[in-house]
């Protein structure tokens, strides 16, 4: 109850301010829980060897040292795999039909030089109209828009035209917060 009470007491922003506090309580909770069940795991295995038998103090640093490497290997694998960008070769029909899988074709669409060479008009029918047109220099500016699980990339991609044939393109990215 003197919870409940609480809660109605503190302002939306105190509310959410304690609900992000006890989250990252639980987070650090559940690290300390996998770090001493790996160390116990693996003073259990070092125990066996002959060497760390006599050795009780070098057993549990070991140990120790195992887990928190094992949480740290865990940690930039995990952030490894949720910050790489999904990859496939590019295909024009799959990036005209499917909005859903466009992302994952960006890379190799700007690694390749798919668009040079192209004319103005099979660009316009395959990414749209440009968001920027600037007659005078010849360049169509696209906005495309990648993502991984964290975070979405906004790509601005510069065609300059010769022609109405794509002669070279340049590309910025930046993080959309």
Same mark, same amino acid.
């Given at each position: 109850m003197y919870w409940v009470f609480l809660i109605h007491i503190f302002s939306l922003y105190w509310r959410n301010l304690l609900i992000q506090i006890m989250y990252l309580y639980l987070r650090i909770f559940i690290l300390l829980l996998i770090i001493t069940a790996i160390a116990f795991f693996? =003073?259990?295995q070092l125990g066996k060897i002959p060497f760390f038998k006599s050795r009780r103090k070098s057993l549990y640093v070991t140990s120790g040292l195992i887990g928190i490497m094992a949480i740290i290997v865990f940690a930039v694998g995990w952030t490894y795999f949720i910050t790489r960008m999904p990859q496939e =070769?590019?295909?024009?029909?799959?990036?005209v039909n499917d909005i859903q899988e466009r992302n994952k074709m960006i890379k190799?669409?700007?690694?390749?030089d798919y668009l040079i060479g192209q004319k103005s008009s099979h660009i316009k029918a395959v990414f749209g109209k440009p968001e920027a047109v600037n007659h005078e220099e010849g360049v169509l500016t696209y906005t495309l828009i990648g993502h991984t699980a964290l975070d979405w990339k906004i790509i601005s991609l510069k065609l300059f035209m010769k022609d109405s044939i794509v002669k070279k393109f340049t590309y910025d990215t930046r993080i959309a917060h």
């Open positions: 693996a =003073k259990w =070769k590019f295909n024009e029909t799959i990036w190799d669409l700007l690694e390749s």
